[in-house]
């Protein structure tokens, strides 16, 4: 992705490959808070329009990643926190649901490893998916998370502890070096 790109999003093809790029992605992420898969995409669609509306220019695409999932994870927290009452999932909203889910974790290991990242708490699961499924840096972690560096990877560590935990009570080992970073 270029610089040229990032910083014109009001251009359709700019817009049409950031989105190709990044719109799944956040929409997974998001999905993580909301458990609700149009929640999450109606979501990653207003991160979009913010971000064309406010014309922000970047200088690398660090830097853009860091703030569309830091808008994201803002709108994610804001739409638990508005939200009134609890609406039992449709056999559609799950069929979607699964959808994306086969679609990032394809693979029977990466689909336990999500599965078994699901049980955790949120705080857990946001540090170990911006480390590992988005292959971000500690300090893009933090800046997201808006934590230390330090308190940033204390955490990394306590949510691998955990999911270990987990991926050991149901019985799935992962293989020597793979929970290494």
Sequence with gaps: MTKDTLSDLSNEKALESVL???GDRLVAYINAFTKDVHAAEDLMMD???ALIKSNLRFESENQFRAYVYKCAK???LNHLKHQRR?????DEVLNDNYYIEEKFFSS???KKLYD??????IKYKQVLYLSYIEGMKPCEVAEI???SLDATKSLKQRAKKKLNGVLRKENFVLEEGENED
Excluded: Q
């Excluded at 609890?86 to 449709?90: A, E, G, M, N, Y």
């Excluded at 078994?116 to 708490?121: E, I, R, S, V, W």
């Design 20 to 22: 190709d790029e990044y």
């Design 108 to 110: 029977l290991k990466k």
């Design 86 to 90: 609890i609406v039992p999932l449709s």
């Design 145 to 147: 998370l808006e934590l």
């Design 116 to 121: 078994a990242m699901d049980k955790l708490p």
């Design 74 to 76: 803002s709108r994610a």
């Design 47 to 49: 991160v979009f329009v």
